[in-house]
Nanobody, 115 residues
Framework: QVQLVESGGGLVQAGGSLRLSCAASGSIFRINTMGWFRQAPGKQREWVARITASGMTVYTDSVKGRFHISRDNTKNTVYLQMDSLKPEDTAVYYC?????????WGQGTQVTVSS
């Protein structure tokens, strides 16, 4: 049973930083692509960032230069460092693991950025 548990969300002022973590269990973490998505109230879930097994990273345009995704295969954990946060970054952030057996999601963590 694959399980993803996000943490690190919270309330922060605009311009501040947060670091999200997603701990995975029950999967072969090191071979899977990990991603972060977010869903703001009344909007569809959108992709934010992705890191492959080899460490290649890709970001959606709105977070380039502000967010940084990384992974620690020894801890089966993926991180999302979020700097220079904006009110429009407010959303529930979800971790996703993509592998040979399919896609798995965490329960989400709330990020609220006040202006």
């Amino acid at each position: 049973q694959v399980q993803l548990v996000e943490s690190g969300g919270g309330l922060v002022q605009a311009g501040g930083s947060l670091r999200l973590s997603c701990a995975a269990s029950g999967s072969i973490f090191r071979i899977n692509t990990m991603g972060w998505f977010r869903q703001a109230p009344g909007k569809q879930r959108e992709w934010v960032a992705r890191i492959t097994a080899s460490g290649m990273t890709v970001y959606t345009d709105s977070v380039k230069g502000r967010f940084h995704i990384s992974r620690d295969n020894t801890k089966n954990t993926v991180y999302l460092q979020m700097d220079s946060l904006k009110p429009e970054d407010t959303a529930v952030y979800y971790c996703q693991e993509s592998g040979p057996r399919g896609d798995y999601w965490g329960q989400g963590t709330q990020v609220t950025v006040s202006s």
